[in-house]
Structure formats: C-alpha cells, structure tokens
C-alpha cells in the first residue's frame, strides 16, 4: 500500500482535508488498515526536512501548508508506533518511510538504481514525481 496523500494550501474543509485530518489521521488510518488486512508493506511519502522544525524549509511549508509539516512528523511517530508492536513484528509486517525533496513534474532521471538513499533526513534536493513513483515500488 502506497500513502502518497497530502493536504494542500488549497484545503476548504477544516477537520476534512486539512494537514492534520490527511497527514496525521490520514496515514495512521491508512496503517492501522495495513495491519489489520496483514498487508506487508506500508510505503508512506512524507516531505524531506520533516524532523528539522528549525529550518527555513520546515517552517515556510508549515506555514504556507497550514500545519503540514508538524501533522507529517506526528503522523509518522504514530505509524512508528503501531509497527513496534510485538504482534505486528511477529506477522513481518512493515513500513518504509520515503522522504523526497522538492517535487518536479519531470520524467524519470536515472531511476532507483541511481539515487542516493540514506538513513535520516539530512540531505534535500529536488525529484521528479516519477521517481518517486518508481521508488515506492522498488
């Protein structure tokens, strides 16, 4: 399952499509679901500089986003949360955080294969949406 869902600076509906219904309750229904149906990856799409709430990134997209980038960290320690469980470890059940930078409507550059993954969220850059895309299903 793939959660590439995001709220926008376009929402109209407060508590329906806001940062904190899509981007904390979104994803960890969408986990809780995961779990509950035995699916055993869970991919989630967040937003680079997501941990680094002093940075000049973090706060212009909490901002512009109405929250976003607090409701994207808090949404991801909850899904953290659930797959710590005992009973989830034991039925092998996983997620897979990917946190790319700014997003281009470019085509595929060089693919997976040719990206640099790392462990954290220390790098930023721009990526194509395809990339992304092929990403997740890699």
């Known amino acids: ?6 709220t926008s ?7 329906v499509d806001d940062a904190r219904a899509v981007d904390y309750h979104g994803v960890i229904n969408a986990a809780k679901c995961c779990i509950k149906y035995n699916i055993p990856r869970c991919v989630i799409v967040s937003s680079g500089a997501v941990t680094r709430p002093h940075s000049l990134m973090y706060k212009l997209l909490n901002f512009v986003g109405g929250g976003i980038m607090e409701a994207q960290i808090q949404g991801e320690d909850g899904v953290r949360k659930l797959y710590k469980d005992p009973e989830v470890i034991k039925e092998g059940l996983y997620y897979t955080l990917i946190r790319p930078g700014g997003l281009t409507y470019d ?10 993954v790392n462990h954290g969220d220390d790098k930023s850059g721009r990526l194509s949406r395809a ?3 092929a990403i997740c299903i890699a």
């Open 1 to 6: 399952m793939i959660f590439a869902a995001s």
């Open 9 to 15: 600076a376009k929402w109209k509906n407060p508590g």
């Open 107 to 116: 085509p595929v550059s060089l693919g997976p294969p040719f990206l640099e």
């Open 131 to 133: 990339d992304v895309a």
